[in-house]
C-alpha cells in the first residue's frame, strides 16, 4: 500500500502522478536487495571437514 492512498494530501497524489510513487519502488527494491544477500550469505548448507566435527 502506498502513503498516498492513505492521506489526504492532493500535492502528494499529483507528485506520484507524475514521478510515480518512489518510497514504494525504493521499499520494493530494498526488500529484493536484502532477499538476494540473505540468499548470498546463507550458509546453512557448509558444513565442517568431517576431520573437525
Do not use: K, N, W
Not at 536484502?34 to 568431517?50: G, I, K, M, N
Amino acid at each position: 500500500m502506498s502513503f498516498a492512498s492513505s492521506t489526504d494530501a492532493p500535492i502528494y497524489e499529483t507528485l506520484i502522478g507524475e514521478r510515480g510513487d518512489v518510497p514504494a519502488e525504493t521499499r520494493r527494491a530494498a526488500e529484493q536487495v536484502q532477499r538476494e544477500v540473505a540468499q548470498a550469505l546463507d550458509f546453512s548448507t557448509v558444513h565442517a571437514p568431517l576431520g573437525q566435527r
